[in-house]
């Protein structure tokens, strides 16, 4: 059975106090340049700003720790002085979900900015052979309304800033593992191999593309090979088709490109994925073919979720193969994970079958993704903030039907 651990008020290291840290700014999900000019602020000689910037990466994304006092090799003085106008806290965890097979997922909570009020988003970990993978969320909420999706019926809060991304991370690793020991010693090489976290997909909530700057910025941090140092080979980021900014991702993060294509006609997009209506799928294919660095092994992905009835069909899956001709790329099948309220249902697995078939024969690798974390409605569409969703006597009994 899944478990699920309220953590609220926890007393654990990542656990902020939101009264702390309201009147403080943060130094995580900062470039390196931008960290320098917050030390000069505080009086850094510029001399010494580049090995003070070296010694805090290491101590944020190496050693991941949450307490400036610990940084042995920073001055008292200069420790004293960040912690008065700076904080590295991350979000607190309300709660924790564990699933049958292995899929975790957090409710966060990070502290009110200006004039708001504390916002809550989901993460969700993957445990697969070989591999971990995040899920990241980039906004609380979604603006785009996308039908089959959960996370589209909760209205849009607002942006997360590159530390509340690289937050999520941290956090994850921490509560897996994932990180050396506060008294490894320091110019101690953590080994890339073994990682639990090993691969980042940006396809929790929100729509990346709408807050650019801020995911550009957190990706950057993650793939920094002094700090968190993962491949952008193994950094994906998933879009809905928000085609001016296609060029931009390729250009300015260099890393893997997920397209949430779901129909392969117009009409039916437009009701599926209703920024369709905006960017076509004509402006959208022609931006994916013109991807920077697109070849046969840098592919796209397309996401296509199974949809019962709707754009199951084998002439469906003609179509598809007909719309990618000429795109390196790989088409995962999602078959449709349910959640409260929707009316949409997940196609016959033969049928799911029967289509994946019809892809591989023309050429492209068409895997079905194996549902993961359905008991904790924290699979594909079904990622929704806690305080939007209904009650856990509700979602329990839910997640029972699902199970059975």
């Known amino acids: 059975m899944s478990v699920s651990i309220d953590l609220t008020g926890a007393e654990r290291p990542g656990n902020a106090s939101p009264a702390a840290v309201q009147d403080r700014t ?56 960040l912690a008065e106008r700076h904080e590295i806290a991350r979000p607190e965890i309300v709660e924790e979900q564990i699933s049958v097979d292995g899929t ?20 969700v970990y993957i445990p697969e052979e070989g591999r971990g993978t995040l899920c990241v969320s980039s906004q609380v909420g979604c603006t785009l309304t996308c039908t089959f999706c959960h996370t589209g019926t909760q209205r849009l809060v607002r942006n997360l800033t590159e530390g509340e991304i690289v937050g999520q991370i941290l956090t994850a690793r921490e509560r897996l593992g994932d ?6 010693p320091i110019g101690a090489i953590v080994p890339n191999e073994g990682r639990l976290v090993s691969n980042i997909v940006m396809m929790g909530m929100g729509e990346p593309l709408y807050n650019f700057d801020n995911v550009k910025e957190a990706l ?28 931009r991702t390729g250009e300015e993060m260099g890393v893997m490109l997920a397209i949430s294509l779901h129909a392969v006609r117009d009409e039916l997009r437009d009701v599926l994925v209703p920024i369709n209506k905006k960017y076509p799928l004509e402006e959208l294919l022609a931006a994916c073919r013109a991807y920077p660095g697109l070849s046969n092994a840098r592919r796209i992905t397309f996401e296509y979720v199974m949809l019962k009835g709707v754009n199951d069909s084998l002439a469906d899956a003609r179509e598809l193969v007909r719309l990618l001709k000429g795109i390196p790329a790989k088409i995962n099948l999602i ?3 349910p959640w409260p309220g929707t009316d949409y249902e997940c196609s016959d697995w033969d049928q799911i079958e029967r289509f994946a078939d019809l892809v591989n024969d023309a050429g492209y690798a068409s895997p079905i993704r194996t549902p993961r974390g359905r008991d904790i409605f924290a699979a594909c569409g079904q990622l929704k903030s806690e305080s939007e969703r209904m009650k856990k006597a509700d979602r329990l009994a839910l997640a029972a039907a699902v199970a059975g």
């Open 26 to 81: 943060s130094l995580l999900g900062l470039s390196r340049d931008a960290l320098g000019a917050r030390l000069r602020d505080i009086g850094v000689p510029d001399k010494q700003v580049r090995m003070r910037v070296g010694q805090l990466w290491h101590w944020l994304y190496v050693r991941g720790v949450t307490d400036f006092s610990v940084m042995a090799n920073v001055s008292r003085d200069l420790r004293t002085a």
């Open 179 to 184: 990180l050396p020991h506060a008294d490894t």
């Open 220 to 247: 950057a941090v993650a793939s920094d090979g002094d700090g968190l140092a993962l491949s952008r080979r193994r950094i994906t980021l998933s879009t809905s088709g928000v085609v001016p900014m296609i060029p």
């Open 335 to 337: 078959p449709f994970n």
């Open 104 to 123: 975790r997922k957090w409710l966060f909570r990070f502290p009110a900015r200006g004039a708001g009020r504390p916002v809550e988003i989901e993460t």
